[in-house]
């Protein structure tokens, strides 16, 4: 491969029409993806999607009820846990309180039976890549939270495992540690080329970090892209409406041509729109048009749409026009604020809206 040396070579995993039942409950239902070598890969969902039961049958503490899992083109069915070179993350970090920082970071070395000089040189290696320097000899309990999750990553790390699992690992941390250990834990996949399989019902942690994501809902994927095609080009209801805030608008299809139609808004605009591949948009369709796409402004040709303000809410950032459009439509607006005073809007006043230019997107049928 082309990876720099010292790193490990990633594991590459094919899950291949996937199953799993709990009684007569479906968790799982026909679930075939891949994760390529070397990827931040992310499961993202609502709670009870089957996310984590799809991690627990990567690392082998559940077993499909139908379809296999392959672990760089072999089978692992027939490997216990413990056995696959596959390492999981828990959201309560599984600590050992009366161990040290260096000896919870050695103890599944230890495990495996390593030698004493190997061990040492690994834990001081995996102490620097997660920054605990000077911390070895703490017990883990003297540690904040955040230091408390390094320690778990730099355990887990420790054996060089092809995969790392990690199940919403950062849920615990307030939200300024959990912003700075998303940017972490990317800095320690691309430095040590682990294959990372992440779980989080977090959209935007799902967009920090990760290559690409898989959106579940109900024990199925339902989208699998870069975080830029899940949130710009999302193919369907559940994930325009799950990533992020989502104008939907009904509209007819005028032409197609290429990768791009035009279509008809209620309003009677015209305006261009993307679809999804390996689809053909006739008719009535529903198109996304996300609220920072759109800006506030007087009635006037230019203006695709128009409403009345119902409320106005400032964010600091940017402040939320939410607009009821003459068909009776809810629309957002996203305003970026300026410093120079609030939005200049007011509560039943009536607006035009305009687009900037190719930002809708028709949703599959
Ligand atoms: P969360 O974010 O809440 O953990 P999730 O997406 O990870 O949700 P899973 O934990 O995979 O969801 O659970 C999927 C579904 O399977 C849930 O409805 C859950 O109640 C059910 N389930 C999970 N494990 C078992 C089990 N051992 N026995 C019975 N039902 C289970």
């Given amino acids: 491969?082309?990876?720099?040396?010292?790193?490990?070579?990633?594991?590459?995993?094919?899950?291949?029409?996937?199953?799993?039942?709990?009684?007569?409950?479906?968790?799982?239902?026909?679930?075939?993806?891949?994760?390529?070598?070397?990827?931040?890969?992310?499961l993202l969902g609502p709670s009870g999607c089957g996310k984590t039961t799809l991690l627990r049958m990567i690392a082998g503490f559940e077993m499909p009820t139908k379809g296999s899992i392959l672990l760089d083109g072999a089978g692992i069915a027939s490997l216990p846990p413990n056995q696959r070179p596959i390492n999981t993350v828990f959201q309560n970090y599984a600590l050992f309180p009366h161990m040290t920082v260096a000896d919870n970071i050695g103890f599944g070395l230890k495990m495996l039976g390593r030698p004493k000089a190997e061990i040492e040189k690994t834990v001081a290696d995996m102490i620097r890549l997660v920054r605990l320097d000077g911390r070895e000899k703490n017990l883990v309990t003297q540690?904040?939270?955040?230091?408390?999750?390094?320690?778990?990553?730099?355990?887990?790390l420790a054996p060089q495992p092809k995969v790392l699992l990690l199940d919403e690992p950062l849920s615990a941390l307030d939200l300024k540690l959990r912003k700075s250990m998303q940017i972490e834990l990317?800095?320690?996949?691309?430095?040590?080329?682990?294959?990372?399989?992440?779980?989080?019902?977090?959209?935007?942690?799902?967009?920090?970090?990760?290559?690409?994501?898989?959106?579940?809902?109900?024990?199925?994927?339902?989208?699998?892209?870069?975080?830029?095609?899940?949130?710009?080009?999302?193919?369907?209801?559940?994930?325009?409406?799950?990533?992020?805030?989502?104008?939907?608008?009904?509209a007819e299809v005028v032409s197609v041509s290429g990768d791009r139609a035009r279509v008809r808004l209620a309003s009677g605009a015209e305006i261009p729109a993307s679809f999804p591949a390996?689809?053909?948009?006739?008719?009535?369709?529903?198109?996304?048009?996300?609220?920072?796409?759109?800006?506030?402004?007087?009635?006037?040709?230019?203006?695709?749409l128009r409403g009345?303000?119902?409320?106005i809410v400032y964010l600091g950032t940017d402040t939320h026009l939410h607009v009821v459009l003459e068909d009776g439509t809810p629309f957002m607006v996203r305003q970026q604020n300026a410093r120079s005073g609030p939005c200049g809007y007011d509560k039943g006043e009536t607006l035009g809206i305009e687009l900037s230019d190719d930002v809708a997107q028709i949703l599959r049928d």
């Fill in 308 to 311: 009345t303000i119902h409320d």
């Fill in 186 to 250: 990317k800095r320690l996949q691309m430095e040590t080329g682990i294959t990372f399989v992440f779980v989080t019902h977090d959209q935007e942690e799902a967009l920090t970090m990760s290559d690409r994501i898989a959106v579940m809902s109900e024990g199925q994927v339902r989208q699998i892209g870069s975080p830029w095609e899940i949130y710009d080009r999302p193919a369907e209801r559940f994930v325009a409406d799950f990533i992020g805030e989502t104008n939907f608008l009904t």
């Fill in 143 to 156: 540690l904040s939270g955040g230091q408390q999750q390094r320690v778990a990553l730099a355990r887990a």
């Fill in 1 to 42: 491969g082309n990876q720099p040396a010292g790193k490990t070579r990633g594991g590459e995993i094919a899950m291949q029409n996937i199953v799993k039942d709990f009684g007569h409950f479906r968790a799982v239902n026909d679930v075939t993806l891949k994760i390529a070598s070397n990827e931040f890969f992310t």
């Fill in 278 to 304: 390996n689809t053909t948009p006739s008719g009535k369709v529903t198109v996304v048009v996300r609220p920072e796409h759109a800006r506030a402004a007087p009635v006037s040709g230019a203006s695709v």
